[in-house]
């Protein structure tokens, strides 16, 4: 695979992870609530159970997508298992903020 679509795979794949603060609300949360609104279209499903499950997909897929895009920038274990924590926590956050927005009826499809 060439420099240029190996750097192309992991940027779109940082900008589906939740490695920074911002992409979730801005790249991820508006990638899931289109799909959940798409989806609901075809299928009767609860709302938010699926923005959940492609917020969680599309993180998913983010994280994928940099691992086999970057597989020698993370070498050192440490380093491995503090990003994964850091990603785990970001999610696990990010997943009660969707909750929340849900129950509370601020998250509901248009």
């Given at each position: 695979m060439s420099t240029f679509i190996k750097n192309a795979v992991f940027f779109i794949g940082w900008l589906l992870s939740p490695l920074t603060f911002w992409n979730d609300a801005f790249v991820n949360i508006p990638i899931s609530y289109l799909c959940a609104w798409l989806t609901i279209k075809l299928i009767k499903a609860d709302f938010l159970l699926l923005v959940l499950i492609f917020y969680w997909l599309s993180n998913g897929l983010g994280i994928i997508l940099?691992?086999?895009?970057?597989?020698s920038i993370m070498r050192d274990k440490d380093t491995r298992?503090?990003?994964?924590?850091?990603?785990?926590?970001t999610v696990l956050i990010y997943s009660i903020i969707i909750v929340i927005l849900g129950k509370t009826g601020i998250l509901k499809p248009i």
């Amino acid at each position: 695979m060439s420099t240029f679509i190996k750097n192309a795979v992991f940027f779109i794949g940082w900008l589906l992870s939740p490695l920074t603060f911002w992409n979730d609300a801005f790249v991820n949360i508006p990638i899931s609530y289109l799909c959940a609104w798409l989806t609901i279209k075809l299928i009767k499903a609860d709302f938010l159970l699926l923005v959940l499950i492609f917020y969680w997909l599309s993180n998913g897929l983010g994280i994928i997508l940099m691992y086999f895009s970057g597989k020698s920038i993370m070498r050192d274990k440490d380093t491995r298992s503090n990003a994964l924590k850091t990603l785990l926590l970001t999610v696990l956050i990010y997943s009660i903020i969707i909750v929340i927005l849900g129950k509370t009826g601020i998250l509901k499809p248009i």
